[in-house]
């Protein structure tokens, strides 16, 4: 049996990643659970959690590796977006020297965010992948050198006794990534909101699917396209609409066209 409360909120550790600062940001009076990736979605399936911060989208990469996690949900609503301005921190062992870094640890996402200042800065150094900003400074951490850094938030330097050497790292517009909060319950409509579809579709009917949103005069705000995993010809689109589900000539799309599944309606950022 979980020890975690509904009330919890999940996010992918471990703790000192940017999605644990998003969640800071977000739920800094709630408990926070740090999962691995398998039990995030598990959990929430289960409501065994309240909801859970997944990072969807960034500027830099377009979608991340967990947007497919999250549409094979059977079921999910999500209820806010969250984009944020990253800038990142070189974090070391105190007494490391940047002269001294051999090895840098990142998440995939995170190493092509900071690619321009490594390839300038830091172009001799190995860069090594790891599974989350936070386990990138757990790695820093536990080493016995002085020889290894970790690219993050400045969280992790708090949570491990790391120091940083640089800040603002690729800091900029250009650099923003959207989290998902997948909540229970659709918030009521604000005014200025953003409803995400989903269309399980093929090549030759895609067109129309962009017609009856065109002929119901949505807007269309992104679109997204994700492999069926069934044939070539077939794709899941996540597309991404003005307005609230709630609304007249939304609701009214939706009630006569089967072919949309609602994700959620929520504030647009």
Not at 112 to 127: A, F, G, T
Not at 163 to 186: A, K, M, Y
Not at 234 to 249: F, K, M, N, S, W
Request: proline share 7%.
């Amino acid at each position: 049996m979980s020890t975690h409360t509904s009330a919890s909120v999940g996010y992918i550790g471990p703790p000192g990643s940017w999605t644990h600062q998003a969640c800071l940001d977000l739920f800094n009076d709630q408990p926070l659970v740090p999962l691995s990736r398998e039990d995030l979605f598990e959990r929430y399936s289960k409501g065994e959690i309240a909801c859970i911060c997944v990072p969807v989208a960034t500027s830099v990469v377009g979608v991340t590796p967990y947007l497919d996690d999250v549409l094979a949900l059977p079921v999910l609503t999500v209820v806010a977006e969250y984009p944020k301005m990253l800038g990142y921190s070189l974090l070391v062992r105190p007494g490391t020297r940047r002269e001294d870094i051999t090895d840098v640890f990142a998440h995939p996402v995170a190493l092509e965010e900071v690619k321009p200042w490594l390839d300038r800065e830091m172009p001799h150094v190995r860069r090594i992948q790891a599974s989350s900003g936070g386990a990138a400074a757990q790695t820093v951490a536990n080493s016995a050198g002085l020889d290894k850094a970790s690219l993050g938030p400045m969280v992790g330097s708090s949570l491990y006794s790391l120091v940083s050497l640089e800040d603002g790292i690729e800091e900029g517009p250009h650099n923003v990534t959207r989290w998902w909060v997948l909540g229970r319950d659709v918030p009521a409509p604000s005014g200025h909101d953003k409803t995400s579809l989903l269309v399980d579709t093929s090549d030759d009917q895609f067109g129309a699917v962009l017609a009856l949103l065109a002929n119901a005069r949505v807007q269309i705000l992104t679109i997204y396209e994700r492999p069926s995993k069934q044939t070539l010809d077939t794709h899941r689109y996540l597309i991404e609409v003005a307005g609230h589900a709630e609304d007249d000539h939304l609701a009214a799309l939706l009630a006569q066209h089967a072919v949309f599944r609602v994700l959620g309606s929520y504030p647009r950022k």
